[in-house]
Antibody, heavy 112, light 112 residues
Framework: QVQLKETGPGLVQPTQTLSITCTVSGFSLTSYYMQWVRQTPGKGLEWMGFIRSGGSTEYNSEFKSRLSISRDTSKNQVFLKMNSLKTEDTGVYYC??????WGQGVMVTVSS | DIVMTQGALPNPVPSGESASITCQSSKSLLHSNGKTYLNWYLQRPGQSPQLLIYWMSTRASGVSDRFSGSGSGTDFTLKISSVEAEDVGVYYCQQFLEYPRTFGGGTKLELK
């Protein structure tokens, strides 16, 4: 069955880089687009961007200058990297296959 | 960016009653292909968002027929007939006509 799981650092210091991995099973990354959505206390649900089945990406311009989404199809993993973190980036980060299958989310706290 | 604005519910809603959640977009979501690019999600407490409705009125697989979506190009309604305990949570509309995809602020449903 389709499964997605996000893993991340939990706590990140301001100005540092956030790295989250989404490990999937039950399907191929070359057949579906994968998106990242976050939920913060200040802005609620925010679409961050996605990587298409062919590997091209689309980003929310809100994050474009500091966000990168990539993947390793051999490892069934999708990656989110965002630099220059601020306290407002504190929240839960979700990966999703299309709009239907979502991971459980990973909580990220940005604090010194 | 397209702004999505959701209305509030007169909570709590008595069990067995119907509830209608409204959503308005700042731009028409009706594409020239005749489809309306609107999703509805339910986020139950402590869970990830779950897709309920896509293309404004098509129920996702496994979603109860108590949920129905309707609307025009800019004004949308999610109707829940005969509200049950499992319907409690926050409902979100999302447009996927343009990037960035944007969500409404959410509408909380509480049960009486």
């Amino acid at each position: 069955q389709v499964q997605l799981k996000e893993t991340g650092p939990g706590l990140v210091q301001p100005t540092q880089t956030l790295s989250i991995t989404c490990t999937v099973s039950g399907f191929s990354l070359t057949s579906y687009y994968m998106q990242w959505v976050r939920q913060t206390p200040g802005k609620g649900l925010e679409w961050m961007g996605f990587i298409r089945s062919g590997g091209s990406t689309e980003y929310n311009s809100e994050f474009k200058s500091r966000l990168s989404i990539s993947r390793d199809t051999s490892k069934n993993q999708v990656f989110l990297k965002m630099n220059s973190l601020k306290t407002e980036d504190t929240g839960v980060y979700y990966c999703a296959r299309g709009d239907i299958y979502w991971g459980q989310g990973v909580m990220v706290t940005v604090s010194s | 960016d397209i702004v999505m604005t959701q209305g509030a519910l007169p909570n709590p809603v008595p069990s067995g009653e119907s509830a209608s959640i409204t959503c308005q977009s700042s731009k028409s979501l009706l594409h020239s292909n005749g489809k309306t690019y609107l999703n509805w999600y339910l986020q139950r407490p402590g869970q990830s968002p779950q897709l309920l409705i896509y293309w404004m009125s098509t129920r996702a697989s496994g979603v109860s027929d108590r949920f129905s979506g309707s609307g025009s190009g800019t004004d949308f309604t999610l109707k829940i007939s005969s509200v049950e305990a499992e319907d409690v949570g926050v409902y979100y509309c999302q447009q996927f006509l343009e990037y960035p995809r944007t969500f409404g602020g959410g509408t909380k449903l509480e049960l009486k």
